[in-house]
């Protein structure tokens, strides 16, 4: 009986954990004429999850629940020059990071921040 009460507590979770797994991607034009336009890009990701193993420490600890998420974030734009000529660029960075339990496997602890350029661009 407990057996089949921690499986209606797993199954709950990974519906709540399916719903709660979000994405959205947002640009917003900062800058828009006949020549020029930029833009800001926005994209998030996040989402909850759970084991009911740890495969690192299963002997005395019961599974794993985790969240990870990121923010992309950055500019994009070009130039149209008088020879029918393009210049494009973009800038961007990336925020993401690891909360809780961390991943079942063991490869995250639950306390990973990281921040770094994604993109830096510029082409004719």
Request: proline residues 0%; glycine residues 8%.
């Amino acid at each position: 009986m407990k057996q089949l009460k921690n499986n209606y507590k797993t199954i709950a979770f990974c519906c709540c954990a399916s719903l709660s797994t979000l994405q959205s991607a947002y640009a917003f034009d900062l800058i828009n004429t006949e020549n020029n336009s930029l833009n800001a890009n926005l994209e998030l990701a996040a989402g909850a999850f759970y084991s009911d193993k740890n495969y690192l420490y299963d002997s005395d600890r019961n599974g794993a629940h985790w969240l990870e998420g990121y923010a992309k974030y950055g500019l994009s734009g070009q130039h149209k020059t008088n020879s029918d000529a393009a210049v494009y660029g973009a800038l961007s960075g990336i925020t993401s990071g690891t909360f809780a339990d961390g991943d079942a496997a063991g490869f995250t602890t639950g306390k990973e921040r990281d921040t770094d350029i994604e993109e830096l661009f510029n082409m004719l």
